[in-house]
């Protein structure tokens, strides 16, 4: 069976505290998901709304935003056992 691969994407923008804060715990979960049998891949990365108009468009108000296969997970808090939940479903 081949490991599925997950691409988690974290908006925002330098400065903000917010996007800070879901870094910390967007980091802590990919840890905890990588010790765990089986696991998926995950490719991460990170994009901010002042290089990209087309994110500032659609989440200037809502960052730091948490997409998961470019499908939004959750914005503003990083729920850390939701988005373990999600990654390991």
Do not use: Q
């Not at 765990?36 to 891949?41: E, G, I, Q, R, V």
């Not at 200037?60 to 373990?84: N, Q, S």
């Amino acid at each position: 069976m081949t490991a599925r691969t997950i691409r988690l994407t974290l908006v925002g923008k330098p400065g903000c505290h917010l996007c800070d804060d879901a870094r910390e715990v967007v980091a802590a979960v990919r840890g905890e998901v990588a010790a765990t049998p089986a696991a998926p891949t995950i490719e991460y990365d990170e994009a901010s709304i002042l290089d990209d108009a087309a994110l500032a468009e659609r989440f200037a108000e809502e960052i730091p935003v948490v997409l998961l296969d470019g499908e939004v997970h959750t914005y503003w808090h990083v729920d850390p056992v939701r988005l373990k939940s999600a990654l390991l479903g």
